[in-house]
């Protein structure tokens, strides 16, 4: 779940497309984008699954796509939103609820402007990857929504007391600002599981989770664990509502 930004083009409709194995009549072009009509059978369905492919110069008929931003971003967005002022953002606090035309799209972009800049003078609390840098989770002061849940048995949090794991009934199981995390092998009916035990580097405290902090590293298949987080206070900036690396 999250929001993804698109603009379609105009090749189906300017008929620059290779010529479909299907009746074209059964092609549904809407503001939204191009799909087939929901009645056709499974055969025609999976000829226009596979024509969509290479019809034309961009993929899925997709002029430009890019993932904005995962849940977890989409709460730290609009709680920016929230801090700044609503009535500021009129186009931005809808976004994803209705397409955009081109006039609003340039007023979006304008809105943007208004939030990056007072974004800037805001504070937010970012759990990093000692080693690499990389910002795995974020928050802003005062919130305590979850960034990170593990299939509802645990809940991983970013707040003013730093990275915390809550179970179920919101019970603090753990928190720091500054960690280790050992990630071990479990065999569990026949298959094996990632199990993460993470070490409070100040206080000494442990807890163990079946739910370590990774990430994929497109070309491997390898998930990437980190070995070590810390958990820092910053201005922000423009990029910090992209998706998190978690």
Known sequence: MGLDAYVVCNCVKEGNVKPPPFDIILLEITDEGIDILESVNDETYQLYQQWRENSCGHEDFYYYQDRVFNVAGGNFFYGIIDRLGQDKFPLLISIGEKLLSADQAEKA????DIF???????QGIFLVDTVSNE????S???EDKWF???GGEHTYQLNDRGFCILDRDHR???HSVAFAQEVMSVEKEGRE???ARFHDLEMGRIFESSYPLSRKIWGIDELYYPISFQVVKRNL?????????V
């Open 172 to 174: 603090e199981l753990f």
């Open 237 to 245: 900036k423009g990029s910090d509502s992209q998706p998190a690396r």
């Open 135 to 138: 910002e795995y989770g974020r």
């Open 116 to 122: 990056e800049s007072g974004a800037s003078k805001l």
């Open 140 to 142: 802003l002061p005062g």
């Open 109 to 112: 972009l304008k809105e943007l």
């Open 193 to 195: 599981h990632k199990h």
């Open 148 to 150: 990170l849940s593990s």
